[in-house]
Nanobody
Framework: QVQLVESGGGSVQAGESLRLSCAAS????????MGWFRQAPGKEREGVAT???????SYADSVKGRFTISKDNTKNTLYLQMNSLKPEDTAMYYC??????????????????WGQGTQVTVSS
């Protein structure tokens, strides 16, 4: 069982930055795929970015060039650096993990483990 705990959310102005962190309970997470999803009120949960065990990353078109996903295997921690934030980035952000490859952004049903979420609010 992998437990994931997100942190780093908050309220910022458009154009500002935030860094989300996701601490994993087991080092075995690093052998699979990890990712960030987000869900805005009234909308479906969508994939934001993924990173596989080899460090290959994938991003949703809406965040390419602004968000960077990374991980520190020595700390069992996943990160999402979010720059140039926009009001449309406002959502609950979730960390997720699964075994095997990422296959791009991935789909919500493919991920077995989820954090509780951290809220990001961007005002104009």
């Amino acid at each position: 069982q992998v437990q994931l705990v997100e942190s780093g959310g908050g309220s910022v102005q458009a154009g500002e930055s935030l860094r989300l962190s996701c601490a994993a309970s087991k080092s075995s997470y690093s052998s699979g795929c990890m990712g960030w999803f987000r869900q805005a009120p009234g909308k479906e949960r969508e994939g934001v970015a993924t990173i596989d065990s080899g460090g290959t990353t994938s991003y949703a078109d809406s965040v390419k060039g602004r968000f960077t996903i990374s991980k520190d295997n020595t700390k069992n921690t996943l990160y999402l650096q979010m720059n140039s934030l926009k009001p449309e980035d406002t959502a609950m952000y979730y960390c997720a993990a699964k075994g095997g490859s990422c296959y791009g952004i991935g789909r919500e049903p493919d991920f077995a483990y989820w954090g509780q979420g951290t809220q990001v609010t961007v005002s104009s």
